[in-house]
T-cell receptor
Framework: GAVVSQHPSWVICKSGTSVKIECRSL??????MFWYRQFPKQSLMLMAT?????????EQGVEKDKFLINHASLTLSTLTVTSAHPEDSSFYIC????????FGAGTRLSVL | SQQGEEDPQALSIQEGENATMNCSYK?????LQWYRQNSGRGLVHLIL?????REKHSGRLRVTLDTSKKSSSLLITASRAADTASYFC??????????FGTGTRLTIIP
């Protein structure tokens, strides 16, 4: 199957700082990438749909100014959590779409 | 919001036994997929079943789909310790956004 690489796998940051998470499709071009958030022992909740070369589409209740998404190429999408606060601590997962969705390994964000 | 509910929420069985988990969804679908998630990791695609299919097999996995009841089941036969994970059903396909079920946490006891 296709491979999606997500980096970093774990990040700890101070409250008020910004954190960037990268999602790369390694062996296919992903015109569409998705960003999910997952709380412990819960399912994945879609945050936004990222389309190459255009603005991301955010799900209801997700602050677009808080979670900045950039999809500048067919193989890279980034999620920047701006001015992170402890309540932003979560597991963030990206996926790239090629017939089915291939998921990155996830990023665990801990905001102190 | 979640598309559907999964049942049971958690399941513990002895190694070698079969594990069955169920998924119900709310809206009409073109297909349904099952994913596995190991603790703290991303999701791995297991199997896709189309709305015109009733049953599909892949190795030790068997998936059924009943569109009249808006439900699907995943059967894992001859379970192994490595099958310990969370399992999610999802609706949507390709470039469409996926909507996940609530998930079943499966624990295989050696």
């Amino acid at each position: 199957g296709a491979v999606v690489s997500q980096h970093p796998s774990w990040v700890i940051c101070k409250s008020g700082t910004s954190v960037k998470i990268e999602c790369r499709s390694l062996d296919f071009q992903a015109t569409t990438m998705f960003w999910y958030r997952q709380f412990p022992k819960q399912s994945l909740m879609l945050m936004a749909t990222s389309n190459e070369g255009s603005k991301a589409t955010y799900e209801q209740g997700v602050e677009k100014d808080k979670f900045l998404i950039n999809h500048a190429s067919l193989t890279l999408s980034t999620l920047t959590v701006t001015s992170a606060h402890p309540e932003d601590s979560s597991f963030y997962i990206c996926s790239g779409a090629k017939n089915i969705q291939y998921f990155g390994a996830g990023t665990r964000l801990s905001v102190l | 919001s979640q598309q559907g509910e999964e049942d049971p929420q958690a399941l513990s069985i002895q190694e070698g036994e079969n594990a069955t988990m169920n998924c119900s969804y709310k809206t009409s679908i073109n297909n349904l997929q099952w994913y596995r998630q190991n603790s703290g990791r991303g999701l791995v695609h297991l199997i896709l079943i189309r709305s015109n299919e009733r049953e599909k097999h892949s190795g030790r996995l068997r998936v059924t789909l009943d569109t009249s009841k808006k439900s699907s089941s995943l059967l894992i036969t001859a379970s192994r310790a490595a099958d310990t994970a969370s399992y999610f059903c999802a609706t949507g396909f390709g470039n469409e956004k996926l909507t996940f079920g609530t998930g079943t946490r499966l624990t295989i006891i050696p």
